[in-house]
């Protein structure tokens, strides 16, 4: 599978939108763009995922480049809730999903 | 909403000891997995299984480890000789499908304790 690269750390101030960036510059063309995130020592919790256009569901929106060599998730409205490990993962066909360092997200008020 | 369930929430032994974590995984789903994150460290892949077999599994998965679906909704994951490097959170997921365009959803975790 794909790596992944994402900024270690980022801020978001409550009520604002929250941008998530992942580089995957060597993702091929079957592989999806997954996104998760882990509130404490909880389960992973599955958020989004998208293979070539932009999705959106009730959590949250992913934009993939036209390129798909990098994707941003978007939380439109983060709350204190919010604030968690994000990972982003690139999945090719099989079950593993490979989980990296993420994105630690603090939502402040 | 459906949800993926595992028991104990907590669980302490004895290095050298067996121990079996359990998981029921969504009920229509046909793929499941079992992941570890040690404290502070990244999630892992353990182990996925499909139609009875193991169809993947990680070199952390040794013949120590071993997994099961003893009936139509229970799937377990046993060490046999827990030592204390095993002490980690587990996570069971499940899938309805394989492939890149199915999510997986986990459970709320296993801590497991080796003293």
């Known amino acids: 599978d794909a790596k992944t690269t994402q900024p270690p750390s980022m801020d978001c101030a409550e009520g604002r939108a929250a941008n998530l960036p992942c580089n995957h510059s060597?993702?091929?063309?079957?592989?999806?763009v997954y996104w998760y995130r882990q509130i404490h020592s909880q389960g992973p919790q599955y958020i989004i995922h998208?293979?070539?256009n932009n999705e959106t569901n009730e959590m949250a929106s992913l934009i993939i480049t036209e390129d798909r060599k990098s994707s941003t998730l978007i939380l439109p409205h983060a709350t204190l809730r919010d604030t968690a490990v994000y990972y982003c993962i690139v999945r090719l066909y099989g079950n593993k999903l490979v989980f990296g360092a993420g994105t630690i997200l603090r939502v402040k008020s | 909403e459906p949800e993926v369930t595992q028991t104990p929430s907590h669980q302490v032994t004895q290095m050298g000891q067996e121990v079996i974590l359990r998981c029921v995984p969504i009920?229509?789903?046909?793929?499941f997995y079992w992941y570890r994150q040690i404290l502070g460290q990244k999630v892992e892949f353990l182990v996925s299984?499909?139609?009875?077999?193991?169809?993947?599994k990680s070199e952390i998965f040794d013949d120590q480890f071993s997994v099961e679906r003893p009936d139509g909704s229970n799937f377990t994951l046993k060490i046999r000789s827990t030592k204390l490097e095993d002490s980690a959170m587990y996570f069971c997921?499940?899938?309805?499908?394989?492939?890149?365009?199915?999510?997986?959803?986990f459970g709320q975790g296993t801590r497991l304790t080796v003293v």
């Open positions: 060597t993702i091929s063309g079957n592989e999806y």
């Open positions: 998208g293979l070539k």
């Open positions: 997921a499940s899938s309805s499908l394989s492939g890149g365009d199915t999510e997986a959803f």
């Open positions: 009920s229509n789903h046909l793929y």
């Open positions: 299984f499909y139609n009875n077999e193991i169809s993947e």
